[in-house]
């Protein structure tokens, strides 16, 4: 199944593209990759909640923070697909970097990522396991609480 048949069969419209925040490129690719720049979960220009994922008062939760994990992954995939030629050229994912804004206790940065994960496995089946790293940080751009690249591979 294409990956666009697979995008209509969950019900999953991807965003617009969100635009670089600095000087660079929201996706390049280089040889039979695409390489993502770090992806934020905007969506129409807005951060979803600001702040470190952690428990307590004017926290974000790790079920949110997991949300919007996954929405970084739908904009990964659509800067990849802006520069691969279509959503359908992309056949696989290589390697998810995630990065958890979180409070120096919270321990749960591996779970957080799983929302990009199960994400693009969804779309991507088999094709869609892939390597990953998840990092706890101090800070993200924005004050986001998470950000996401991605490395696909092409047709």
Same mark, same amino acid.
């Given at each position: 199944? #294409?990956? /666009? *048949? =697979?995008?209509?069969?969950?019900?999953?419209?991807?965003?617009?593209?969100?635009?670089?925040?600095? #000087?660079?490129?929201?996706?390049?690719?280089?040889?039979?990759?695409?390489? %993502?720049?770090?992806?934020?979960?905007?969506?129409? $220009? =807005?951060?979803?909640?600001? @702040? =470190?994922? @952690?428990?307590?008062?004017?926290?974000? /939760?790790?079920?949110?923070?997991? !949300?919007?994990?996954?929405?970084?992954?739908?904009?990964?995939? *659509?800067?990849?697909?802006?520069?691969?030629?279509?959503?359908?050229?992309?056949? $696989?994912?290589? =390697?998810? %970097? $995630?990065?958890?804004? #979180?409070?120096?206790?919270?321990?749960?940065?591996?779970?957080? &990522?799983? $929302? !990009?994960?199960?994400?693009? @496995?969804?779309?991507?089946?088999?094709? @869609?396991?892939?390597?990953?790293?998840? +990092?706890?940080?101090?800070?993200?751009?924005?004050?986001?609480?998470?950000?996401?690249?991605?490395?696909?591979? &092409? +047709?």
């Amino acid at each position: 199944m #294409s990956v /666009s *048949a =697979k995008l209509a069969e969950l019900g999953i419209e991807l965003p617009d593209v969100v635009p670089p925040l600095a #000087s660079y490129v929201p996706a390049k690719v280089h040889g039979d990759l695409v390489f %993502t720049a770090g992806q934020l979960p905007l969506l129409a $220009g =807005k951060l979803p909640a600001a @702040g =470190k994922v @952690g428990e307590g008062p004017g926290r974000v /939760s790790a079920a949110d923070a997991q !949300a919007y994990a996954r929405q970084c992954a739908l904009n990964a995939i *659509a800067a990849a697909a802006a520069v691969a030629g279509g959503v359908d050229k992309l056949v $696989g994912v290589v =390697k998810v %970097t $995630g990065f958890v804004a #979180s409070v120096p206790d919270f321990l749960g940065q591996p779970g957080v &990522l799983n $929302g !990009a994960s199960e994400v693009l @496995g969804e779309i991507f089946g088999e094709a @869609g396991r892939h390597a990953r790293s998840a +990092v706890g940080v101090p800070v993200l751009p924005l004050d986001s609480p998470v950000e996401v690249e991605v490395v696909f591979s &092409l +047709v």
